[in-house]
């Protein structure tokens, strides 16, 4: 009796050459702080190890389609290979993807308020025209139906008494800046945080600008001194051999959500640790050993002004020393703020969790 007979087993998951290779650089990117060569070539040693391509379609022709399909460009002085706006977009989707879920585009907000008035979405609700409302709220088929009834069919009339307008939503919005520690201990004990922080920090801004329109993010690193980078700069964030500056980040936090007109506004901070650094004058004050009192003191005064401006911090600790956690704990009390400790894998869900939270719980 003949036993099974088993053959080989080739994966079949539809995907193309092209989209496979595609797939595991657009993840090398992140790794490499979007260096294009320093990806390809790792990609090319994994695929000496692994024989990720065959002879019908290489590395070669991996780069020639990537250039072709606009994610790939040569640098005209070097000849370096640099990615471009849309693998820029791509890797912000992607990230946004793998730690939200797939989410609607839509061109409005979605935080919704039981508030009817001068809003910005129509309800099915509909009042007697007021003098002042917006001409575009008006409800023609109700007002057309008030005209036949009041002043019969066969002459068209139409006094201000025949409008009715469509009652509007308020929705609320929102001004997010989210902080992110470039700090030296960020790629230190070798664990790379800094890789997730830029995950998430992509995926938070694909998803403001693409299912909350209405609401802004700010994106502001912070390190010996703190500083703006714009969303298209975040594939290439890297740390840097710096202390932390967290008064820093906070005060440039301060000036831009100041600025911001939204009576909504929070901080996100993603760190790893204590403030070890402050800037006094034109020197830094530094002090990694241990909690100091002067940064210490300076950092918490800043919370009690953010408080009071009812600006909340909600701080993401992705370390687990519960020495660094009681400063965080501090911290938070002084500005009645929130703080998580997650692990790095869990770090984008419980922001994306505590931005929708507050979409629904904070509302004016």
């Known amino acids: 009796?003949?036993?099974?007979?088993?053959?080989?087993?080739?994966?079949?998951?539809?995907?193309?050459?092209?989209q496979k290779l595609f797939d595991l650089f657009m993840e090398l990117l992140q790794y490499t702080s979007g260096d294009a060569t320093e990806a390809l070539d790792w990609l090319t040693q994994l695929d000496n190890k692994y024989q990720l391509t065959s002879d019908d379609y290489g590395i070669g022709d991996f780069i020639e389609d990537l250039k072709e399909q606009g994610y790939l460009q040569e640098n005209e002085q070097t000849g370096a290979y640099q990615i471009t706006s849309k693998s820029e977009q791509t890797i912000r989707k992607r990230s946004l993807d793998e730690i939200f879920g797939k989410l609607k585009k839509t061109r409005q907000g979605n935080h919704h308020t039981f508030k009817s008035g001068q809003g910005d979405e129509m309800n099915p609700e509909t009042r007697q025209y007021e003098f002042g409302d917006a001409l575009d709220a008006i409800d023609y088929t109700g007002s057309l139906k008030n005209s036949f009834i009041n002043h019969g069919v066969d002459q068209l009339q139409m006094h201000q008494d025949d409008l009715e307008i469509h009652e509007m939503d308020y929705k609320t919005q929102t001004s997010t800046v989210l902080m992110i520690d470039i700090s030296h201990s960020m790629i230190l004990y070798g664990e790379d945080r800094i890789t997730p922080a830029k995950k998430v920090a992509m995926a938070l801004s694909e998803l403001i600008t693409t299912r909350y329109p209405k609401d802004t993010l700010d994106i502001v690193v912070f390190g010996?001194?703190?500083?703006?980078?714009?969303?298209?700069?975040?594939?290439?964030l890297q740390v840097g051999p710096y202390h932390t500056n967290t008064v820093a980040g906070l005060e440039l936090a301060m000036d831009i959500l100041r600025r911001r007109k939204n009576p909504n506004k929070q901080v996100f901070m993603i760190t790893d640790g204590k403030p070890t650094c402050l800037k006094v004058g034109n020197k830094y004050y530094k002090n990694?050993?241990?909690?100091?009192?002067?940064?210490?003191?300076?950092?918490?005064?800043?919370?009690?002004?953010?408080?009071?401006?009812?600006?909340?911090?909600?701080?993401?600790?992705?370390?687990?020393?519960?020495?660094?956690?009681?400063?965080?704990?501090n911290f938070t009390e002084v500005n009645n703020g929130k703080a998580f400790y997650s692990s790095l894998d869990g770090l984008g869900q419980f922001i994306f969790e505590d931005y929708e939270r507050n979409k629904r719980k904070r509302v004016r």
């Open 288 to 329: 990694s050993f241990g909690i100091d009192s002067k940064i210490l003191n300076r950092t918490l005064n800043l919370a009690g002004q953010m408080r009071r401006l009812k600006i909340p911090v909600i701080t993401f600790m992705i370390a687990n020393d519960p020495y660094l956690q009681s400063f965080v704990r």
């Open 224 to 236: 010996n001194d703190a500083w703006q980078i714009e969303m298209k700069e975040l594939p290439y």
């Open 1 to 18: 009796m003949k036993g099974i007979v088993f053959t080989k087993f080739t994966e079949q998951d539809g995907k193309s050459p092209f």
